[in-house]
């Protein structure tokens, strides 16, 4: 089983707003992922997790803060978003974050499509 | 810096049409290479696979195969389906670099 699964599947904020996504996956993965997908573009890296320890931050603006309680969970807090935040925003998780000078195969969810008004 | 370039799309094919889809890459060491593909509305999903030269990576009918020599992972398929419409996202990771390099992603429309 490689499923990663997100909610919610679709999200409307306004600017003002506090709102959460969350990710779960239940195959032992010890590195999550956040990426940031605008339309017709590929994925852009956010956020790396490994054992619960945030590894990376690609310099993503304070108003996205992430947060993984526990192994098997990954969430990401928004707060004060911009229009130009809308997007899908995809989790992925990996068997461990780098092994012993490659990288693990990464297994995406099925997202969540943020709309900022 | 390591990179992978597609083939533009849209790929426009009839239904049981043979379908390439052209990926090169350029890397300094031994990349590991996938396909992911992305359908209407949903998020990405691992295709396939190969993590040496001449690995062949297969799955629902896609195959793609690791050539070292041309640097490159092109996918195909012998009889593609309406249900194959989707964008195809060919990605690299490399050693200690823990980026996916990601081409732009060809997207894939079959007609009835």
């Known amino acids: 089983d490689t499923e990663v699964t997100q909610t919610p599947k679709h999200l409307v904020m306004g600017m003002t707003n506090k709102k959460s996504l969350k990710c779960e996956q239940h195959?032992?993965?010890?590195?999550m992922y956040w990426y940031k997908q605008k339309a017709k573009k590929p994925p852009e890296l956010m956020f790396v997790?490994?054992?619960?320890?945030?590894?990376i931050n690609e310099s993503v603006p304070s108003r996205f803060s992430p947060e993984c309680p526990n192994s098997s969970l990954l969430n990401l807090h928004l707060h004060a978003l911009q229009p130009e935040d809308s997007a899908l925003y995809l989790c992925?998780?990996?068997?461990?974050?780098?092994?012993?000078?490659?990288?693990?195969?990464?297994?995406f969810g099925p997202g969540t499509r943020l709309l900022v008004l | 810096g390591d990179s992978v370039t597609q083939m533009e799309g849209p790929v426009t094919l009839s239904e049981e049409a043979f379908l390439t889809i052209n990926c090169t890459y350029t890397?300094?060491?031994?990349?590991?290479l996938f396909w992911y593909v992305q359908y209407p509305g949903e998020g990405l999903q691992l295709l396939l696979k190969?993590?040496?030269a001449d690995d062949k990576g297969s799955n629902k009918g896609f195959e793609a195969t690791y050539r070292k020599e041309t640097t490159s992972f092109h996918l195909e398929k012998g009889s593609v389906q309406v249900s194959d419409s989707a964008v195809y996202f060919c990605?690299?990771?490399?050693?200690?670099?823990?980026?996916?390099?990601w081409g732009a992603g060809t997207k894939l429309i079959i007609k009835p």
């Open positions: 990605a690299l990771t490399e050693g200690s670099n823990y980026q996916l390099i």
């Open positions: 190969a993590t040496k």
């Open positions: 890397a300094t060491g031994y990349p590991s």
């Open positions: 195959m032992g993965h010890r590195a």
């Open positions: 997790y490994s054992y619960e320890k945030l590894s």
């Open positions: 992925a998780s990996s068997q461990e974050f780098q092994r012993e000078g490659y990288q693990e195969t990464q297994y």
